[in-house]
């Protein structure tokens, strides 16, 4: 476990000490929110912003927060679910407490950058978390990015579903949520999964390029663009640029994700068909692909409710080719195709 722990931390660019293994993102985010909020319980600093496109395991933090009489206010995203610094210096004041904002947004893959999000909160005495389980490890790391708290989660890169890790920062105020014994330096009681630990470093070490992940996403994109497709982010590739630390390798868009819709059509009846097709897709989160509710997301980047029930989110994921994203559009094109046509006779 000394070995993963030096290798998860060399990742995030951090000390030995800092990182707390989890269950899951999902843990790894709720301590990262509620750990500091009930160290600092009290205190004078009282409000707290939450990301509104953020992944649930963030959002479904607020009743808590609101219970210990935190004042809770969403940050807005743009029209690509992107947290633009200027919205933020708006709502991060000398009462704020904690900012706490995705680095990549799951459904739409549109990459913020964090590392000025992270210098307007810090400048005002912000504590400031982020949700990296899509980026993680990414090219990125948090010593660059400024933040004090970072969440990640191993099956995102490859490793065991069950285990997520925390990045706090030395010096962050927090109290941990599950109690026991003295694990994880008193921050996370429970016995280790030594196993899922391990695989997670294992799964750091065997990290692919994502180049052809990119040229797949990018192919299928431009198939279906050449339908009607309207793709809701628009990327600018890999950066090389030192000033675009907060993006990390991915440019502005992470290289697997193609999400849109086709104007009039519903994503119901898309998932429908590309079931029997052989096509996986969701209108909203992964974790959310059986709901037909509009999606958060959506709604935050200012979507009407219909345009949100048209939205398509597919991933591709190491091993997707050329030849399969061809295929892959050529089925969701056809699907559409059906859908259109059944809808005129
Ligand atoms: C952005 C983001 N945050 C958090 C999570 C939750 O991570 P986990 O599945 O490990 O609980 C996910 C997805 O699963 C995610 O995409």
Redesign the pocket.
């Known amino acids: 476990m000394d070995l993963a722990r030096e290798a998860v931390s060399s990742a995030f660019g951090c000390l030995f000490g800092e990182v707390v293994f989890t269950s899951?993102?999902?843990?790894s985010?709720n301590l990262a929110v509620l750990g500091p909020a009930l160290a600092a319980r009290g205190g004078r600093r009282r409000r707290i912003l939450l990301g509104a496109a953020e992944?649930h395991?963030?959002l479904h933090c607020r009743p808590v927060l609101e219970s210990w009489d935190y004042e809770v206010v969403l940050v807005p995203v743009d029209s690509e679910s992107r947290y633009r610094h200027g919205l933020l210096e708006e709502l991060v004041d000398e009462s704020t407490f904690l900012v706490s904002l995705?680095h990549?947004?799951?459904e739409t893959g549109a990459v913020s950058d964090i590392a000025r999000l992270a210098s307007v909160a810090k400048g005002r005495g912000a504590l400031f978390h982020t949700?990296a389980?899509?980026t993680f490890p990414g090219g990125w790391r948090v010593g660059e990015a400024g933040a004090d708290l970072v969440?990640v989660?191993a099956?995102?890169f490859g490793g065991p579903?069950g285990v997520?890790a925390l990045n706090v920062r030395g010096g962050t105020p927090i109290e941990p949520m599950a109690r026991g014994g003295g694990q994880e330096r008193d921050l996370r009681a429970g016995t280790e999964p030594v196993a899922a630990i391990v695989g997670m470093a294992a799964a750091l070490a065997a990290r692919r390029d994502v180049e052809p992940v990119r040229n797949a996403r990018d192919l299928f994109v431009s198939k279906l663009v050449q339908a009607g497709f309207v793709p809701t982010v628009s990327g600018v590739g890999p950066t090389r640029d030192e000033t675009d630390k907060g993006l990390g390798s991915f440019g502005t868009v992470l290289p697997g994700h193609a999400h849109g819709r086709f104007p009039g059509v519903s994503a119901e009846s898309m998932l429908i068909r590309l079931d029997r097709l052989g096509v996986s897709a969701s209108s909203g989160?992964?974790?959310s692909s059986g709901s037909l509710e509009p999606s958060h997301v959506a709604l935050a980047m200012g979507w009407t409710l219909e345009e949100a029930r048209e939205a398509l989110r597919f991933t591709f994921g190491h091993g997707a080719t050329l030849a399969l994203a061809e295929e892959a559009a050529r089925r969701v094109i056809l699907a559409r195709d059906e859908i259109l046509a059944a809808g005129r006779a």
């Open positions: 899951s993102g999902t843990e985010a992944h395991c963030v995705m990549a947004n799951n949700d389980v899509q969440s989660s099956h995102k579903t997520g989160s992964a974790c």
